[in-house]
């Protein structure tokens, strides 16, 4: 069973944290090259050079705006498919691997990238930790009110693909009822069933949370300290969240019922609305594509100071529809506390009403 449904749905993407002070994926790759030159550790220093070195001359071979940038991400995957490159299928049919490549890790002994995996983990972690300053995040917590100008009685529900804390530390600081799904520290996908909260869908899981390793069930671990019947602090433990993988939507709960949740919501909603997302993701970009191809009637507010129609237009999985495309033009931070998509939102909503006076207007969530 579907929870209750929303007229309008919020994407959050890592822009959206980035006026609180978290760096961009991007910008991660730069901290983790800065930590290694600090702690001196040239092995690992190297590795992610001749991973950046790759990366770039793989830009220049395929050109301007079909390369893959050096984001953290992508800097993973690779340091992850190089320290296993004898048991990936094309191994068998390569002659010889790159002198630098063999003099760092020879004979397809992958220490020295799992080391920097390792390494970069930590780093993530602490740069997305976050700011003790409640007042950095405070304009997240704006996000309850986007389409109360549009007759929404219920804050929108809210898709994230960040990992940090800082949307839920917002709402909890401003007594504003949420949910990401726990109950006494267990996730159970009841606890979306409540519109009166804000719904808080982590697509690709987040700091915090835990999968008991016998039992597979998810904790939120700092919520499930108190319970006797389970343990689950080691020296193995590591956040659940989906990172530096070719394949992010995976047939494991509880993501797997959080994507069908954003399927059908984007299906059922008359506005979507993004905030800091780049679209880079192919499986989100399909489903935001699908959502405005089959509805007319729906409209994508896309926010952020660097996306463009242009970009939008190479997006992997997507296709612009240019008339339903509002673009918001700046940051997450300067577009909360200034109520412009609460804005755009009753401006469509009236350039709809004035097209056709006889048109339905968008759903109140139930």
């Given at each position: ?15 959206a944290s980035k006026d609180a ?41 395929y050109g301007e705006g079909r ?300």
């Amino acid at each position: 069973m579907s929870a209750p449904g929303s007229s309008v749905v919020v994407l959050l993407g890592a822009g959206a944290s980035k006026d609180a002070g978290l760096p961009l994926a991007l910008e991660l790759t730069g901290e983790l090259a800065r930590y290694l030159q600090e702690r001196g550790d040239s092995s690992a220093l190297d590795a992610l050079n001749l991973i950046i070195g790759g990366l770039s001359f793989q830009g220049k071979v395929y050109g301007e705006g079909r390369a893959p940038q050096h984001d953290i991400e992508t800097v993973l995957r690779v340091a992850q498919q190089l320290a296993r490159r004898n048991e990936q299928p094309l191994a068998t049919y390569v002659g010889s691997w790159h002198p630098a490549l063999e003099r760092l890790a020879p004979n397809g002994e992958g220490v020295v990238f799992d080391s920097l995996t390792d390494i970069a983990e930590e780093v993530i972690h602490e740069c997305l930790r976050a700011p003790e300053a409640k007042s950095k995040f405070k304009y997240l917590e704006e996000l309850w009110e986007i389409g109360f100008d549009i007759d929404e009685r219920n804050p929108p529900k809210v898709f994230t693909l960040n990992y940090d804390l800082l949307l839920e530390m917002a709402l909890e600081h401003h007594d504003r009822g949420f949910t990401t799904g726990f109950n006494d520290g267990v996730w159970s996908n009841i606890e979306f069933d409540d519109p009166a909260r804000m719904r808080i869908y982590k697509l690709h899981g987040s700091f915090g949370w835990f999968r008991h390793e016998q039992t597979g069930v998810l904790y939120d671990r700092d919520k499930a300290l108190d319970r006797l019947d389970i343990t689950f602090e080691s020296a193995g433990t590591r956040d659940e969240v989906i990172f530096a993988t070719d394949n992010k939507l995976r047939a494991l709960q509880p993501f797997l019922w959080m994507f069908n949740e954003f399927d059908n919501s984007v299906a059922n909603c008359s506005f979507i609305v993004s905030v800091g997302y780049g679209f880079n993701d192919e499986h989100i970009n399909q489903i935001i594509s699908n959502g405005m191809s089959v509805d007319e009637s729906r409209h994508l507010i896309v926010v952020g100071p660097g996306v463009t129609e242009s970009m939008l237009d190479r997006a992997p999985g997507f296709s612009i529809k240019p008339q339903r495309t509002h673009f918001i033009p700046k940051g997450a931070k300067e577009t909360l506390q200034g109520d412009l998509v609460r804005k755009k939102l009753a401006e469509i909503t009236r350039q709809i009403s004035a097209d056709d006076p006889f048109a339905e207007h968008p759903p109140v969530g139930i």
